[in-house]
């Protein structure tokens, strides 16, 4: 579904990325292990288009959108639902306008479906009784629950998330990884997720990508982690959680 090949990208003098090779498969969940600031929410822009590679490619579903314009992209991220780690609701709707918004500013659709498709994630997100609330009244945990809930209601084949569980309490992140790991028992969808946590990491990735000083370190099946002999991957396996 998603692929890069040997991308690179610097800030000025800054390199972020160091010839990163990625490959996310359909029905697959795909973890993005690494501390604060070494690029790993950069990934997930330059899935999205959002920002261009110094060199490298950015394929998508076949196709090649590293030089793409604006205005081609747009097909390509409807493929893809994003849930910021900011959640990035809109405070003044509800639960529920916020779920039917982008339905109806971008595709239009007639009202009835609007509805369905916004009482069908109201139920995958378990926030039943809650649509008419609005969302500084939901705890740090719900409102995450909204925010997928509105990327899935496009109906994507892949959904990334940045940062799914920071702040939120034992009991909320494990909702939420019961809802990314539901994503491919029940959707048949894939997902990249970034992260700080490697418990997150052990509890929903098929496979784990390490990246360390803007290059990918590790990239394998999640169960092999624990074999990884290089230091900075065996510290991390000791600590639990990266620092932030």
């Known amino acids: 579904m998603i692929e890069l090949h040997n991308v690179s990208l610097k800030y000025g003098e800054k390199e972020i990325l160091n010839k990163v090779s990625l490959t996310v498969k359909d029905n697959n969940i795909k973890a993005i292990l690494g501390p604060s600031g070494v690029g790993k929410s950069t990934i997930?822009?330059?899935?999205?288009?959002?920002?261009?590679?110094?060199?490298?490619?950015?394929?998508?579903?076949?196709?090649?959108?590293?030089?793409?314009?604006?205005?081609?992209?747009?097909?390509?991220?409807?493929?893809?639902?994003?849930?910021?780690?900011?959640?990035?609701?809109?405070?003044?709707?509800?639960?529920?306008?916020?779920?039917?918004f982008f339905l109806?500013?971008?595709?239009?659709?007639p009202e009835k479906e609007i509805i369905e498709r916004v009482t069908e994630q109201i139920q995958f997100a378990g926030l039943e009784g809650y649509e008419d609330q609005l969302p500084e009244s939901l705890s740090g945990g719900m409102r995450k629950r909204v925010a997928i809930g509105r990327a899935l209601?496009?109906?994507?084949?892949?959904?990334?998330?940045?940062?799914?569980?920071?702040g939120l309490d034992p009991v909320s992140s494990k909702?939420?990884?019961?809802?990314i790991n539901s994503l491919r028992a029940n959707n048949n969808l894939g997902a990249v997720i970034v992260t700080h946590i490697i418990d997150d990491v052990f509890n929903v990735a098929d496979t784990v990508a390490v990246l360390y000083k803007g290059e990918i370190i590790f990239d394998?099946?999640?169960?092999?982690?624990h074999d990884a002999q290089h230091p900075f991957i065996r510290s991390i396996l000791s600590d639990k959680i990266l620092e932030v």
């Open 104 to 109: 109806r500013e971008n595709l239009k659709l």
């Open 153 to 166: 209601i496009f109906k994507p084949h892949m959904i990334l998330f940045d940062e799914p569980t920071a």
């Open 175 to 179: 909702k939420i990884l019961s809802l």
């Open 220 to 225: 394998d099946v999640t169960e092999k982690l």
């Open 44 to 100: 997930l822009k330059l899935m999205l288009g959002l920002i261009k590679p110094n060199s490298g490619q950015v394929i998508v579903d076949g196709t090649d959108i590293t030089n793409m314009k604006e205005i081609s992209l747009y097909a390509i991220r409807r493929k893809m639902g994003m849930v910021f780690q900011g959640n990035a609701l809109f405070d003044s709707m509800t639960i529920a306008q916020n779920l039917g």
